[in-house]
């Protein structure tokens, strides 16, 4: 074949071997996903990170403040917003029956709660019923907060307003809080700070250590009274029992 003819040929071959052998790039990028993290996979690593650097020292000092609060037979006030509500009811659950303390937080009763809403206004919605709660030196006040409270930026005021309240009277200030602590941990006697370690992860991450530290709380040695339903059926059974 003269090689004219031949360089034509083979160009031809070439080209029509490309078309039938195309490159998947469906496969390359799959397999280059398969190396970077997932969410979940940061998400559990951050979790990681956020219980090494937890304050021990702060959550023993809480445990110390209720133990003496216990003992004097004051009350706990759980404060929250949001989600911290929801923590607020369920800790005030908790400390009740596992911790055998007195406790109660205003968002339990939703009729109060919006009758000073819709009358007095939101800021003071918390520090009024402290009043009437007849909040005392004797009691304290126990707040979950993302971001503790900040006047200045118009953020959780009813907080805010509350535990200026609760300096006034004396009363005990503890605080599970995000971010730099706020108003929450310039002002309390014991503060856990839940470190910051991805920044647009603040709030789910400090609310689901609160439940953690709050947990703990009540299970402490120095704190708990009563066993937990699933934890006396195993010694019963003498299954999963502790050492």
């Not at 490159?23 to 559990?44: D, G, R």
């Not at 209720?66 to 908790?94: M, P, Q």
């Not at 206004?121 to 009043?131: A, D, K, M």
Request: proline share 4%; with cysteine; glycine share 8%.
């Amino acid at each position: 074949m003269p090689p004219v003819i031949f360089h034509y040929w083979t160009r031809g071959v070439r080209r029509r071997l490309f078309k039938r052998i195309p490159v998947n790039t469906s496969k390359v990028a799959y397999s280059f996903k398969i190396q970077m993290p997932t969410y979940t996979e940061n998400y559990l690593a951050e979790v990681s990170q956020i219980t090494a650097r937890l304050d021990v020292q702060a959550i023993e000092r809480i445990v110390d403040l209720l133990v003496k609060l216990r003992t004097r037979e004051g009350r706990l006030f759980v404060l929250g917003v949001g989600g911290g509500a929801g923590h607020a009811s369920h800790a005030v659950n908790d400390f009740r029956k596992i911790a055998a303390m007195e406790a109660y937080t205003p968002t339990d009763n939703v009729s109060e709660l919006t009758a000073r809403i819709n009358d007095d206004g939101w800021e003071s919605t918390f520090v009024n019923w402290l009043r009437i709660s007849r909040l005392s030196a004797n009691d304290m006040i126990l707040v979950f907060s993302v971001g503790g409270g900040d006047l200045v930026r118009n953020i959780s005021p009813n907080l805010v307003r509350a535990l200026e309240y609760g300096r006034q009277v004396g009363a005990s200030i503890c605080g599970i809080v995000g971010r730099d602590g706020g108003y929450t941990a310039q002002v309390a006697d014991a503060c856990v700070v839940i470190p910051v370690v991805n920044s647009e992860a603040v709030t789910p991450h400090t609310e689901a250590f609160q439940a953690v530290v709050w947990h703990l709380l009540v299970s402490h040695p120095a704190l708990q009274q009563t066993a937990m339903k699933w934890e006396s059926v195993n010694n019963a059974t003498g299954c999963l029992s502790r050492p």
